[in-house]
């Protein structure tokens, strides 16, 4: 089994900042791409940034040069730097990951429960 675990997640005020991070323990074999999506209330889970094997990053338009994706593969973990927060960026912060969990088998997508990111005005 595989379990992605999120922390980090709180009330900062806004433009403030915050660090997420997802570990990932259980069976693997090897991760591919680790992302991070978020999702506020009432609106659909949208991606905040992407990080692959070997390091190379991809952001949504609304978060570049605020944001900052990185991976500890010795880790298994991903993080989430976040910076100049505002009030609209309050929501579930997802981590998803593709994982394999032996050598040979399917690469599967696996997402943690998420952790709540609240920004004040």
């Known amino acids: 089994q595989v379990q992605l675990v999120e922390s980090g997640g709180g009330l900062v005020q806004a433009v403030g900042s915050l660090t997420l991070s997802c570990a990932a323990s259980g069976s693997i074999f090897s991760i591919n791409i680790m992302r991070w999506y978020r999702q506020a209330p009432g609106k659909q889970r949208e991606l905040v940034a992407s990080v692959i094997g070997g390091g190379n990053t991809v952001y949504a338009d609304s978060v570049k040069g605020r944001f900052t994706i990185s991976r500890d593969n010795a880790k298994n973990t991903v993080y989430l730097q976040m910076n100049s927060l505002k009030p609209e960026e309050t929501a579930v912060y997802y981590c998803?990951?593709?994982?394999?969990?032996?050598?040979?088998?399917?690469?599967?997508?696996?997402w943690g429960q998420g952790t709540q990111v609240t920004v004040s005005s």
């Open positions: 998803n990951a593709f994982i394999r969990t032996r050598a040979g088998s399917s690469v599967l997508g696996y």
